[in-house]
């Protein structure tokens, strides 16, 4: 297993932006997918904020890159809460 | 007149142009004064620069000095210096640009993806500007990593030249290192250089060349501020003393005129290049006496002069001392003192200050004879007033007016009164550091003799108050609006439960802890005298409970009294706090009496401690009992039931005795072998060590193995079996135990450390080893790694310390010390920086958090939309409260 591991971080370094691992199954890190754009348009609506308004999350972030996220997109993320079961955020695709 | 709002502050550099233009004198002369004492025209002293005596007109403005704001002047400066502020970006600017054609240099990146230079710098500033509009965060991060990619071109895309490294010699000298050598550049060079560089090229590399061309980061003409912001003080003796910035620009015009004077006679190349070298360094050192790489400049008594740069500075600068915060009027302070026949709701205010403190009340046909009353009382006599404004807006000074009588009687609508703080007054009240939202609450205001302000006991958590020299401020607000924010929103009752945590954070401390747990004991029973007498502490009214005991004489049960308080729907159960060790119950059928039930109002089992009503006990009797039952309830039951349990402890007596503390013979013998055995077995480990056979833990050095070993396996141990040995020989009723037990004050640990021993002393978590070489001190054998020798206080607090034993104490004693220091500076820098960053943050009615500009921090508050100061320690919803609410037990 961590021979595996150690062969791959070595490969994702020349190839730079993909990694052949899925960091989803770590427990730490929560879901994470791209809302769909009218579905998009809906939630801003609810929320009555621009795009920008949104917590930002960065092109470059490893969760926005596994999902194949691009700037402008809005990103769903599905956290779980000790006090409210599920909680879900969205945060807005910025370049770099 | 009409009103204007601010909409928003653009910072920018001013130009020599705009210096000439907001300029209404130019500097000529170096001396300040004439012969006769009088300002001359055209100094630093020039009464034009602004009014300084009361009664004069600006011969600029017009005004009177309270309206004369001050003018500007200016200095046209011989030869141009360099801005201490810019030197940062001035260097960058330079190295960014071609030292020939001034052009941005563009990365070869940049001009392979765009064709040429031209077309790149084009292109870049399309992409910035559109990207500013949207993401200006973004764009000045563009911005910067283009700037910072330029500074490594090393020749100019535009004109081929070379281009050299430059030096920055902290703190004003720039050098160039071309292969000729190390050459200086003056900052007219440097001026030069700058001026060159096109606006665009500046615009990608993040400046605003209409608000900040380079070139003026290079003084030519330096403003010389007006009078007012450097106002000269008269001392007693008559002699004028002036402000460090007049005694700055009086250097700077002299040193101005010396190179003024070098240059005009054509002196040698060194005489003015000293000349500009010294205009430099008072230039310098007006806008920031610190700065690094230079000499302090300093008074004539060695006082180190003030720059602009520390009048802004740190804790006393303006921004923190003056802006963020203020002294203010209608406030005081003074030392506190414990009251507990006050409500927690009261604090006390001495009669001195409430003569002093003002309220302005309004005269209505309502109110006139009262406020009548005050003014013919005065400012002397409290209740009275110490001044009285008329419907026509006049301030009468009833120190001054003769006849309050007649002033009295004249009264009516339209008047208003400033009239002395009276009982049942709202007023915030404040303990610093004030570090969350309960150290400034409200408080009705009881006026009482003496001078110190008194509070109740219950409201010292809150505040973190004790009564050792503590000091308190209290301020009294003004209007309507802010005395209805303080009643319905800051009153102390309104507090009871903390935000920062589920649960009551005003609540049981100390004798109310040890008298709650004596009168909740089985074994108090009380006489009809008594029990009258502990109802009215509480000032009851009403009738008596059957007594729970009829013969051989009519007793009732502390338990009787206290049920008499609670609502008569309330239903508890939880284990005590002294439900430990061999007392543990955890259900009713308890022995002990260490578990509480109290059924529809009726508290039938358990003594009452800190778990059942201490403060920041979550999950307590307490707790529930205001959660369900409302503030009010839970303000009721301490203003009246903690009363009886200071009552009860008078009648009986609490305290502490030395009795308390010392051990019999036996116990003392006891401990004294547990002692000697665990100095042998640390002897043995020595030994092992010694002798190799001890084997090293994983990861660990022999030594740090023997250490753990003594530390943990042996004499952490001695410790802990001599407490309990204590322990067993104490009676239940002592008095230290009781405390102990009940949370009251104090731990077994304290007992121990009392009675027992007072155990190994550490300091960083290892046994004390350092001082003489290879001893603590020379009591002891060099190498002696024996139990004694590294700390272990044999001796208890009672039986006394050794002087070797006192050291060892005094050296683990300073940690503690050292560390709170540490830990409250680091934690208030903490505080400040997470407030300055939050303090915008704000609820909108959707429930959302949402910063001042709009945009979105949380979809919903704390993303569950709870209130913690209404949800239970940590918990959203606890259904076994509620359970237990209904059923009367838990599932
Ligand atoms: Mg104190
Ligand atoms: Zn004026
Ligand atoms: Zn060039």
Known sequence: ?96 | MSDYMIEKIKFGILSPDEIRKMSVVQIISKDLFDDDGVPLKNSIMDPRLGVIEPGQRCEICGNTMRECPGHFGRLELARPVIHVGFVRHIHEILRATCRNCGRFKVPSSYIERYGDPEKAVEEIYRIYTKMKKRWPLLAKRLANTLKKEAMKVSQCPFCGAKQYKIRLEKPTSFFEESEEGNLKLTPIDIRQRLERVPDKDLEIMGYDPKEARPEWMIITVLPIPPLTIRPSIILETGARAEDDLTHKLADIVRANEKLKEALETGAPNIIVEDAWELLQYHITTYFDSETPGVPVAKQRYGRPLKGLVQRLKGKEGRFRGNLSGKRVDFSSRTVISPDPYLSINEVGVPVDVAKILTVPERVTPWNVERLREYVINGPFKWPGANYVITPDGRRLDLRFVKDRKALAQELGPGWIVERHLDNGDIVLFNRQPSLHRMSIMGHIVRVLPGRAFRLHLAVCPPYNADFDGDEMNLHVPQNEEARTEARVLMLVQKQILSPRYGGPIIGGIQDYISGAYVLSSKTTLLTKEEVIDLLSAAGYIGPIPEPAVLSPKRYWTGKQIISMFLPEDFNYRGAAKVSSGKLACNDYECFWDSYIVVKKGKLLLGVLDKKAIGSQEPESLYHFLVREYGDEVGREFIDKVFRIFIKVLEKRGFTMTLEDISLPNEAKAEIKRLLNESFEKVHELINRYRSGELEPEPGRTLEETLEIKIMEDVLRNAREMSGEIAVKYMDLFNNVFIMARTGARGSTLNITQMAATLGQQSIRGARISRGFRDRYTAHFKPGDLGAKARGFVENSFVEGLTPTEMFFHAAGGREGLVDTAVRTSQSGYMQRRLINALQDLYVEYDLSVRSIEGSMVQIIYGEDGIDPMKGIHEKSVDIDRLIERVAGHRL
């Open chain 1, 1 to 96: 297993m961590s021979e595996t591991k150690s062969r791959k971080s070595k490969s994702s370094k020349s190839q730079s932006a993909s990694y052949s691992f899925d960091i989803f199954k770590h427990e730490l890190v929560p879901k994470h997918e791209i809302v769909p754009i009218d579905e998009a348009v809906e939630i801003l609506k609810r929320l009555g904020v621009k795009p920008e308004d949104l917590p930002w999350i960065r092109a470059s972030d490893p969760a926005v890159r596994a999902i194949g996220g691009k700037p402008g997109d809005i990103i769903r993320v599905i956290r779980k809460s000790p006090t409210a079961g599920e909680v879900v955020v969205y945060r807005y695709v910025i370049p770099g």
